[in-house]
């Protein structure tokens, strides 16, 4: 039942969203979750949760306490709160989907700092690939610039890899960026990206079948 209601949000931002191959971004992030060894009585905090789609799949996987903030929140399932002028709550972790790009790096690194502090681990998505949006302060992040990040807040252990979508697509390549207090799991981790990367090129053929059908304008305009 879990994962045929997980699969309908799936399915419902596919068909929403333009990037359709983000989604393969809430499974990077719920391997990162497992392989931390985060509990379902966790409180999970998203920063730049937009509508919460993230949060709505993650509560479907057996994450119930899980929170997001953003600036155009709803009150309701997203707390709205500016976060250049802010501080989130403590948790347990902290989730950075698309987020830092889009503000003040000062602040962002202040943020980061912060979240470690009060956390286990931070979950962080970055873009790998040029991104032409206004609304970014920084355009993209090469492996360079993540590990200089890295540095700033010196966790004490982290991991950096390509999101699942790089493997099927090198173009649109983000970068999954985690900062742990605790060593993740190398068995729950590696038991889990099988099926991860499997997901990836599933949702990435699905894309390529759907740009087929209707031709990459027709695909573009029915997003």
Known sequence: MKENSSRII???????????????????????????????RDFIVELGAGEGFLLDFLKMKGYKNVVGIDIRGDGKKVIRMDLERNYPPQADYYIFQHFIEHINQKRAIGLLKYCYSKGKAIIEVLPGHFVNDESHIINHYEYEDVLSLVAKISPKFYVIRPDIASFANPAVRDWLLILSKKRISARQTFSFAGKVLLFGFKTYLKLLLRIKEKGLEGFLCAQ
């Open 10 to 40: 799936v399915d419902n931002y596919l068909k929403t969203r333009r990037k359709a191959i983000d989604v393969s971004e809430w499974y990077d992030i719920l391997w990162a979750l497992r392989g931390l060894g985060a509990k379902p």
